[in-house]
Each structure stands twice: as structure tokens, then as C-alpha cells.
């Protein structure tokens, strides 16, 4: 029988026991928890792959915990913008945004421009002029305010660096308890066609509408029945430069790596010459997955119709 599965992320990092408190790690084992239920459930009642992304995705964003919807990062400027992708695996239809405003659910924002837009990417106003035109869910700014986000881009605002909000590069005490990410998810459904979906806010005082590889297809998110689905976390200008997603379905298709081989080759080789510290999830059409990270830990959770459960931080 086809084997249905999800695995969902929440960002990878400098993720490390000893910062976090007991509390805080019980929150996000419940956080990750209650997104994979949510995925889950959507393939047990034989629900797509996208859609089980789309549900696992939108608890995420929904969550403080993560950087992604409401509890996205500060720019440069002090606002939210957020990015977001969807793939299905099937046909390879996609939809993505980037730099949108105020959307709650970005991946829902995705998802229409997928579904109902002649387009795969749209950006800035013009993406939220597309979700207003959709009716898709808008929150005021206060919706996205949390004191510690402002008190880590405080931290950096008259700087010139920005920073992954879950690694500490010089924040140390600011940091401590607060490293939180990118959600992700990538999903294959009982009829063993595959998803991956991504979101994010990006980097804490990003400036210029900087973009991340989240959003851009082949790079945080892509999608094929013919070899995987990936959905990435991690310093996003080298995943870009690395094509990391796509990377992982090519050495699946041209050398005929199995998941597993071909993602540790893009994880703990490729990224690493270009000093792209992070993790991706993957799933295959036998619903067979891979979580990697080459950094401390990455949040992360996975489930499958065999029975398999698992729920991770740190390195195992
Ligand atoms: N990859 C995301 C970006 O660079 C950040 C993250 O994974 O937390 O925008």
C-alpha cells in the first residue's frame, strides 16, 4: 500500500540545549506537535499533499515560536515582509510572494497564486493587491508585533548586519530562548504525489526588499514526483547561490542518488563550500523522508501512515 507521510521544520540554527529552558522546549515540541497533527490529518482523510502543507504551514505561521506569519522578523525599516512558496509535486504547479505586508498567512497567499493567478511569483504591493482582490486574511501591524523580535532588531537596527533570528552571531543574551525560524513542510499523499511548501520573514533588519531562497523555487522550496519534494531553513543567500533544493532532485535524477544520499551531499557538501549553514526536509513518492541540518539543531517533526512518529531540536 502507498505510504503517506509529513515532515514540517521550524528553522535550524544555533539551537542548543543548554540555551534553552524547559518551558520554551515544551512549547515548541507542542508547537511542532499540534502543526504535524495538522498536516496529518489532511492525509488520512486522503487529502493532497499540498493541502496537508498548506495546514501544517498556516498552524506555524499562526504560532509566535516561529519567524514566519505572525511572528515574523523586523526589517531595516521596522515592518514585517514576509515570504512564502508552494509546490505541487504532481504537475509542478507553483505559487509564491515575496516582501508581502499584513497577509497572515502568506502560504495561503502562495496557494492562490498556484491555484488562481496566471502567474508563479508576485512581490511587494502588487502581491497584496492580489490578496486583497483573493479575500485572503489581512491583519493590522499590531497583529505582528512581539517585544522580543523588536528587541532583536533594536539590537541590530543601526548596524549594517542582519541575522538568521535563531543563530546568535554576537547576540548571545539577546538571543538566549529565542531562536526561532522559517517554517516548512513537504508532504506525500496516499495516491503518493508529493508537496513542499516554505515561509518565512526572512532575516532580522533585512534592507533593499531583500529576498530569501524561501520563496524562489528550486532554491527553499521545490517540488517533482519524479524524484522529491524540499523544503529548506538556513542563511538564505548561499541556498540560493547553491540552487539547494533543486540541487538535492538533480543528483536524484542524474546520478541516481536515493533521498537520503542526495540530500547529505547538498547539506554537508555543497552548502558547506559556500558557508550555507541551515537544514532542509525531504520526502520522496515512496513517502520516505530525510531531515539534515549542518548546523547546532533544526526544529523539526515528522509522521507517517507506518506508524512513525518523531519530534526533534537538537542533534540526535
Ligand atoms: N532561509 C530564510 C531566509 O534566508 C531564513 C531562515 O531559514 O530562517 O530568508
Same mark, same amino acid.
Given at each position: 500500500?502507498?505510504?503517506?507521510?509529513?515532515?514540517?521544520?521550524?528553522?535550524?540554527?544555533?539551537?542548543?540545549?543548554?540555551?534553552?529552558?524547559?518551558?520554551?522546549?515544551?512549547?515548541?515540541?507542542?508547537?511542532?506537535?499540534?502543526?504535524?497533527?495538522?498536516?496529518?490529518?489532511?492525509?488520512?482523510?486522503?487529502?493532497?499533499?499540498?493541502?496537508?502543507?498548506?495546514?501544517?504551514?498556516?498552524?506555524?505561521?499562526?504560532?509566535?515560536?516561529?519567524?514566519?506569519?505572525?511572528?515574523?522578523?523586523?526589517?531595516?525599516?521596522?515592518? =514585517?515582509?514576509?515570504?512564502?512558496?508552494?509546490? %505541487?509535486? #504532481?504537475?509542478?504547479?507553483? @505559487? $509564491? &510572494? /515575496?516582501?508581502?505586508?499584513?497577509?497572515?498567512?502568506?502560504?495561503?497567499?502562495?496557494?492562490?497564486?498556484?491555484?488562481?493567478?496566471?502567474?508563479?511569483?508576485?512581490?511587494?504591493?502588487?502581491?497584496?493587491?492580489?490578496?486583497?482582490?483573493?479575500?485572503?486574511?489581512?491583519?493590522?501591524?499590531?497583529?505582528?508585533?512581539?517585544?522580543?523580535?523588536?528587541?532583536?532588531?533594536?539590537?541590530?537596527?543601526?548596524?549594517?548586519?542582519?541575522?538568521?533570528?535563531?543563530?546568535? =552571531?554576537?547576540?548571545?543574551?539577546?538571543?538566549? %530562548?529565542? #531562536?526561532?525560524?522559517?517554517? @516548512? $513542510? &513537504? /508532504?506525500?499523499?496516499?495516491?503518493?504525489?508529493?508537496?513542499?511548501?516554505?515561509?518565512?520573514?526572512?532575516?532580522?533588519?533585512?534592507?533593499?526588499?531583500?529576498?530569501?531562497?524561501?520563496?524562489?523555487?528550486?532554491?527553499?522550496?521545490?517540488?517533482?514526483?519524479?524524484?522529491?519534494?524540499?523544503?529548506?531553513?538556513?542563511?538564505?543567500?548561499?541556498?540560493?547561490?547553491?540552487?539547494?533544493?533543486?540541487?538535492?532532485?538533480?543528483?536524484?535524477?542524474?546520478?541516481?542518488?536515493?533521498?537520503?544520499?542526495?540530500?547529505?551531499?547538498?547539506?554537508?557538501?555543497?552548502?558547506?563550500?559556500?558557508?550555507?549553514?541551515?537544514?532542509?526536509?525531504?520526502?520522496?513518492?515512496?513517502?520516505?523522508?530525510?531531515?539534515?541540518?549542518?548546523?547546532?539543531?533544526?526544529?523539526?517533526?515528522?509522521?507517517?501512515?507506518?506508524?512513525?512518529?518523531?519530534?526533534?531540536?537538537?542533534?540526535?
Amino acid at each position: 500500500m502507498q505510504q503517506f507521510s509529513i515532515a514540517i521544520h521550524g528553522g535550524a540554527g544555533t539551537i542548543l540545549k543548554e540555551d534553552m529552558t524547559p518551558e520554551l522546549e515544551a512549547a515548541y515540541l507542542k508547537a511542532l506537535d499540534d502543526a504535524l497533527t495538522a498536516g496529518y490529518a489532511v492525509l488520512e482523510q486522503d487529502g493532497c499533499a499540498t493541502n496537508a502543507v498548506k495546514a501544517a504551514i498556516v498552524v506555524l505561521e499562526d504560532n509566535l515560536l516561529f519567524n514566519a506569519g505572525r511572528g515574523s522578523v523586523f526589517t531595516k525599516k521596522g515592518v =514585517q515582509e514576509m515570504d512564502a512558496a508552494i509546490m %505541487d509535486g #504532481k504537475n509542478r504547479d507553483a @505559487g $509564491a &510572494v /515575496a516582501a508581502v505586508r499584513n497577509v497572515r498567512n502568506p502560504i495561503e497567499l502562495a496557494a492562490e497564486v498556484m491555484h488562481n493567478s496566471n502567474h508563479v511569483f508576485l512581490s511587494g504591493k502588487g502581491a497584496n493587491d492580489f490578496a486583497l482582490k483573493q479575500g485572503v486574511k489581512l491583519e493590522p501591524d499590531e497583529f505582528f508585533f512581539s517585544q522580543f523580535r523588536y528587541d532583536q532588531w533594536k539590537a541590530m537596527r543601526d548596524s549594517d548586519n542582519y541575522s538568521l533570528d535563531h543563530t546568535h =552571531q554576537g547576540l548571545e543574551e539577546l538571543m538566549k %530562548d529565542k #531562536k526561532f525560524g522559517t517554517v @516548512g $513542510a &513537504v /508532504a506525500c499523499d496516499s495516491k503518493g504525489n508529493i508537496a513542499a511548501g516554505t515561509s518565512t520573514g526572512g532575516m532580522t533588519n533585512k534592507k533593499y526588499g531583500r529576498i530569501g531562497d524561501s520563496p524562489i523555487l528550486g532554491a527553499g522550496t521545490y517540488a517533482n514526483n519524479a524524484t522529491c519534494a524540499i523544503s529548506c531553513t538556513g542563511h538564505g543567500e548561499p541556498f540560493i547561490k547553491a540552487v539547494a533544493a533543486y540541487d538535492v532532485a538533480a543528483h536524484m535524477e542524474y546520478k541516481n542518488m536515493n533521498l537520503h544520499d542526495a540530500m547529505n551531499e547538498v547539506v554537508h557538501k555543497k552548502l558547506i563550500e559556500l558557508e550555507g549553514e541551515g537544514g532542509m526536509i525531504g520526502i520522496d513518492t515512496s513517502g520516505n523522508i530525510s531531515m539534515m541540518f549542518n548546523s547546532a539543531g533544526m526544529y523539526r517533526a515528522m509522521q507517517n501512515s507506518n506508524g512513525e512518529k518523531k519530534i526533534g531540536i537538537y542533534k540526535d
